[in-house]
């Protein structure tokens, strides 16, 4: 469904209306039942429990709906059982079951509880949860989150629980237009290696292959990104489960089974106020279950599509060869174990091929060994005829027929297939190319291990593919950036590389109850590693936009410096197409939480003298930046929600995603990618991409007023007045009216003066041009009154008219332009 721009401005106007017209309560009881007209809304108005009519039908039907201009039905009552005019009723019968009836109160839909209850009442929960309860002790009798229709919802299970009975499975409709249940359903079995199955009339029709305890290895491009808040509980005792919690629960995204068999994560675009289908499968042929038959291996890439495993040919050729595939393939020559042995044949032993990056083959078969086993266990077992040993998950043993079996161009697992000696031949081949390959490739591993070993002797035990792909980026990102010699090696060496498994450990998995934030290029969690450090972890999204230069700017950048008031990095850690950044751990997290936040509580309130105390610490981090390491380094991002606390409330400066090193001499770069916060970014940045240090003394006077005020300075709005807290913040010094600039809750009259001096420098940091705001250095100083006459500033950027840049100083500016290569 589109929408005009004229509908999409009328929107909030709907809503509101929505809410007036129903009913005030989220419950019905024995006293109150709901007409056709009526709906039940959730507290947090995200779902509505009403009637409605399916496109293209006149039947009504009762259900739960995101609470939304074109309600979005995600449950159905009478699925099965429709009303056929607006007469119908919900209500609460007399045995206590929430009951539909029809125009002749005829129960037609029931939630069919027993025994009676004498006092019970529906409540329509902010999760979307219908729920009974037995009003008299609040115990909850039915709910439809344990009687699915085709959606599934935050914190809804989606499997079996044994220990409350539950089994759990989405059912599609028949239709767009009829809610029936359709033939297509999907959950997860208790096995042990669960899998999440579409059926089809109760037969496999896609699966996602084992979960890892992470992502379902099955579904290639099933990236951390879709999962945050994802888990699968499996107690191999007759319970798997799998459900989801957004880290902004707030979203609407939800999954559901569309009635041709097509699971969708689907989520609400706010700004199209359209549902977007964000995740789907089948994605392709190959995802159809057993496209390929037994033995067959599916390629979506290639073409055909099917082909036999290694030591397979086609049961028929020509039905393969027509693209009937179903029969699949047999062997070509016998195992060790099928054969009767001959004198010839004795000794001559199977061995196992690996494939890699597989979709590994349904009915794996779960056996406690530890790697080396693995193997050893599956050549013992005749029955045996492939193995794999996947992180997270343990040893997997198939017997019977491979089915469903797919190659994919990344992740996957690795495969090992159990085939004849007599299929050696292929082996002897490579013998061959081997023997070539080898005496050559031995020099070349002499001379990379000879230099390999200088640099290693240093650092054992760290990451080496990540040091590898390090090293590999640096060199190119140098010489984008013309700062060659500025970058020693060493430092950079000294920087820990950390192993994703320890990371994913010290995180519980990147759990959702570990996660500190957002930050701008994806969730930051809080861990501790073995030894008791607790770490945070910044996890860029792949969606994030900030690419391998970002990361290895950030990386560089910051690992050279040290200073109180920035943040220490510990690490990084680039593996399976994931960048990660390994910080110390602030207890108190960020600025904007105390001046703009829900933190703001008595304790947490932060008094004049913590407030001075702040500013000059962020200001001596920024002169740091500036002035005393040995690179010159343009932040580029300041705001409140990079500041850092700790334990004593001391700032510390972060995220240096965006941080430009100068050369010695240079004063100001161009760059055409502006990136940084609205609000914080000097005129000439955010107009013409020049950013010099005034630019981030811009930015700290912005925080510097928001810190004396407590408000941010987009949170005005046409009507306080101003256009902004530095408009606001002029007029109130032209007005000689500072007093009103300032944070209510800060009382203390006494400040008077010293708060004005502040104000002072914050307006003169937030000066139009760039040649009219002071350095760091002198802002420090005239904070700390060594520097006492102080001129008169004049206005600040975006007050009133847009903001034009005078004309090019006349000192000779080293211009250099700097252009990331591959931008957004
Ligand atoms: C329903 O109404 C009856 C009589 O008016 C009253 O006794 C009873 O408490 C009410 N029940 C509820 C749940 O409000
Ligand atoms: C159905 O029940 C309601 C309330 O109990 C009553 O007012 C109405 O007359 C009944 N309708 C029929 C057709 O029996
Ligand atoms: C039913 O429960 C409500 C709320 O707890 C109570 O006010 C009412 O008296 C109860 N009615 C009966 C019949 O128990
Ligand atoms: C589950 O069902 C069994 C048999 O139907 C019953 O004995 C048991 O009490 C039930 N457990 C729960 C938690 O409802
Ligand atoms: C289900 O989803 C698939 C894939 O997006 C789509 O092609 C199909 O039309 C959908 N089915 C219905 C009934 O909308
Ligand atoms: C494919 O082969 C199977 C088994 O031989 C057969 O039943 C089926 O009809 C064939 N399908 C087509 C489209 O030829
Ligand atoms: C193995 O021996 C059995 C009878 O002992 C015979 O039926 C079978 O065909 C033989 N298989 C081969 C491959 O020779
Ligand atoms: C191996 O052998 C045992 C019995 O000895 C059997 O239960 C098991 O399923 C076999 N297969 C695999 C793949 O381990």
């Not at 699925?79 to 019968?93: F, H, M, N, V, Y």
């Not at 990104?225 to 005792?237: E, S, T």
């Not at 393969?320 to 009767?340: F, H, T």
């Not at 910080?583 to 008595?602: C, I, N, T, V």
């Amino acid at each position: 469904m589109k929408l005009s721009t004229s509908e999409i401005r009328l929107f909030p106007v709907v809503l509101v209306l929505f809410f007036s017209i129903a009913t005030a309560s989220d419950i019905i009881n024995t006293n109150k039942s709901l007409r056709d007209s009526e709906t039940l809304v959730s507290n947090d108005k995200r779902f509505k429990f009403g009637f409605f009519s399916p496109e293209t039908s006149t039947d009504r039907y009762v259900g739960v709906m995101f609470n939304i201009q074109s309600p979005t039905v995600v449950w159905v009552a009478n699925r099965e059982k429709p009303l056929q005019d607006s007469s119908g009723r919900a209500t609460i019968s007399d045995d206590g079951n929430l009951v539909i009836l029809d125009s002749q109160n005829e129960s037609i839909w029931s939630s069919n509880i027993s025994p009676a209850v004498r006092n019970s009442t529906v409540q329509l929960r902010d999760t979307g949860n219908l729920v009974l309860q037995d009003s008299s002790n609040g115990r909850v009798l039915w709910e439809s989150f344990r009687d699915p229709s085709d959606s599934f919802l935050q914190s809804m299970k989606l499997g079996v629980d044994k220990s409350t009975n539950m089994t759990n499975l989405l059912k599609s409709w028949i239709s767009p237009s009829d809610p029936s249940v359709g033939s297509f359903s999907a959950g997860i079995q208790p096995e042990t290696v669960p899998q999440i199955f579409i059926r089809k009339n109760g037969k496999p029709h896609w699966r996602s292959g084992p979960w890892n305890k992470q992502v379902f290895i099955g579904v290639p491009d099933m990236t951390s990104f879709y999962l945050n808040g994802f888990d699968l509980v499996n107690d191999n005792k007759g319970t798997a489960y799998v459900s989801f919690l957004y880290a902004n629960q707030a979203e609407l995204a939800y999954f559901t089974l569309n009635s041709t068999g097509f699971l969708q994560q689907k989520y609400l675009n706010p700004s199209k106020n359209d549902w977007e289908v964000t995740w789907e499968f089948p994605a392709t042929e190959c995802d159809f279950y057993g496209k390929c038959g037994p033995f067959g291996s599916c390629d979506p890439r290639s073409s055909p599509i099917c082909s036999c495993l290694k030591g397979f040919k086609p049961k028929n050729e020509e039905e393969w060869a027509k693209g009937n595939w179903s029969r699949g393939c047999i062997r070509n020559a016998m195992l060790e174990s099928e054969r009767n042995n001959s004198n010839l044949e004795q000794g001559k032993h199977d061995w196992f091929l690996k494939l890699q990056s597989m979709k590994v083959p349904d009915s794996a078969i779960w056996v406690p060994f530890a790697d080396e086993d693995c193997h050893k266990g599956c050549l013992r077992n005749i029955s045996c005829i492939a193995y794999s040993n996947h992180i997270g998950i343990g040893c997997m043993h198939w017997e019977g027929n491979l089915l469903d079996v797919q190659k994919f161009s990344t992740a996957g697992a690795d495969l090992f297939l159990r085939l004849s000696y007599f299929e050696l031949d292929q082996k002897r081949e490579y013998k061959v190319v081997i023997a070539i390959i080898v005496p050559v490739g031995s020099i070349i591993l002499v001379i990379i291990g000879y230099i390999s070993y200088k640099y290693l002797a240093k650092r054992r035990g760290r990451n080496r593919k990540s040091e590898l792909l390090l090293r590999e980026t640096l060199p190119n990102y140098y010489k984008e950036n013309m700062v060659t010699e500025e970058i020693n090696q060493a430092k950079f060496e000294e920087l820990l590389v950390y192993n994703f498994d320890i990371l994913a450990n010290a995180t519980e998995g990147f759990h959702l109850s570990s996660k500190l934030g957002q930050g701008g290029f994806g969730p930051v969690y809080k861990g501790k590693l073995p030894d008791g450090q607790q770490i945070a972890v910044k996890r860029l999204s792949q969606s994030s936009g900030q690419g391998l230069a970002e990361f290895m700017n950030e990386v560089v950048v910051i690992s050279k410096l040290q200073h109180r008031n920035l943040v220490r990095l510990f690490g990084c850690c680039i593996e399976r197409g994931e960048k990660m950044l390994v910080y110390e751990y602030m207890p108190k997290r960020s600025l904007d939480a105390y001046l703009f936040g829900s933190q703001q509580q008595e304790e947490e309130f932060l008094d004049w003298s913590k407030r001075v105390i702040i500013i000059e610490g962020i200001g001596r981090g920024l002169l740091y930046l500036h002035r005393d390491s040995r690179l010159r380094i343009i932040h580029r991002d300041l705001k409140a929600s990079n500041i850092l606390l700790d334990e004593q409330l001391n700032p510390k400066i972060s995220d240096f995603g965006m941080a430009r090193i100068f050369a010695g001499n240079q004063n100001q770069a161009n760059t055409s990618r502006v990136v940084g916060t609205y609000g914080y970014m000097a005129p000439e940045y955010a107009m013409e991409g020049r950013f010099s240090e005034k630019s981030d003394v811009y930015s700290f006077g912005v925080l510097l007023l928001e810190v004396i005020s407590g408000r941010r300075n987009t949170s005005f709005h046409q009507d306080d007045g101003a256009l902004s807290l530095l408009a606001y913040a002029w007029k109130c010094w032209n007005g000689n009216k500072i007093v009103e600039l300032v944070d209510p809750k800060i009382t203390d009259v006494q400040l008077e003066k010293e708060i004005l001096r502040c104000v002072h420098v914050g307006l003169l940091c937030v000066q139009e041009y760039a040649e009219d705001r002071p350095n760091v250095s002198m802002v420090l100083s005239m904070l700390t009154r060594e520097i006492d006459d102080l001129p008169s500033p004049k206005q600040p950027a975006f007050t009133t008219r847009p903001s034009l840049s005078k004309k090019e100083s006349q000192g000779s500016v080293n211009n250099v332009t700097i252009t990331i290569i591959g931008g957004r």
